[in-house]
């Protein structure tokens, strides 16, 4: 049974920094790419990150860009993401996310608000 299981959420003043955890199993962590989503209140989710099964390649929304990095520990089946430079527009619920078997598979989410 796949399960993700988002952490490291928090309430943050703009300018500061977090690192959410997505804890994985119940599949093959090391063949699948995986996502970081986000959604804000009244809005729909967006792709904020993605990452190869290497983790050596990586993409980025435009808002996020150069304050976001996307990695994985492929030994602790476990997807990071580092937020720098938060700003109270990134105000919103984390999710990552996989594709396995055909099937997109979300955790539970980790909520994540910047305010001062």
């Known amino acids: 049974q796949v399960q993700l299981v988002e952490s490291g959420g928090g309430l943050v003043q703009p300018g500061g920094s977090l690192r959410l955890s997505c804890a994985a199993s119940g599949f093959t962590f090391t063949f699948v790419g995986m996502s970081w989503y986000r959604q804000a209140p009244g809005k729909e989710r967006e792709l904020v990150a993605s990452?190869?099964?290497?983790?050596?390649?990586?993409s980025y929304a435009d808002s996020v860009k150069g304050r976001f990095t996307i990695s994985r520990d492929n030994a602790k089946n476990t997807l990071y993401l580092q937020m720098n430079s938060l700003k109270p527009e990134d105000t919103a619920t984390y999710y990552c996310?996989?594709?396995?078997?055909?099937?997109?598979?979300w955790g539970q989410g980790t909520q994540v608000t910047i305010s001062s």
């Open positions: 996310n996989v594709r396995w078997s055909g099937l997109g598979y």
């Open positions: 990452t190869n099964r290497l983790g050596d390649i990586t």
